[in-house]
């Protein structure tokens, strides 16, 4: 029975969810769990949802650096519902640590990168910071991805000192 016992945490907090019913301390504490797989779920809870608490913005931040690939691809996606400045550096990092063979890990950074990227206060937050060569490099591979005026130019600014990749004209 004590196997059991996660996936029967699970279907109640989906169970919950469903109901309208899944009070937010069980939500998170189920962010927190110990349970990768418990973990991963309250995170996908969490990416359906309408809003985020700063507090759950901590859990999910904590969650990019757990060492299970599925809560980190998870936490990754709820990061990129909910847009924050403070995402952008956190995804950045996260790129920088996967390992070169977790493509999916790597493609699920991007996206959500991108989906930060595209609000239009963090895109200008990001073109005034200062950013060294590898995270520019990464942000250029999702600045042709966000369809504003503020990407624009930071790809102009770039491209001006810079040149892209063969792989990436």
Known sequence: AKRLYPKARIQMLWILQRLNALPTPLLDAALADANPMVQTHALRILSEGKTISSHQRQLVSKALEVANPHVQRMATEVVGTFPDVANVERLLSLYKASSDSDNHLKY????????????????????????????LTTLMKVIPDVPLESAASFALNYLQTHQLPQAQM
């Open 108 to 135: 699920t950074v991007l996206v959500g990168l991108r989906q930060n990227l595209r609000n239009d206060a963090i895109m200008k937050a990001v073109a005034k910071a200062k950013w060294n060569e590898e995270q």
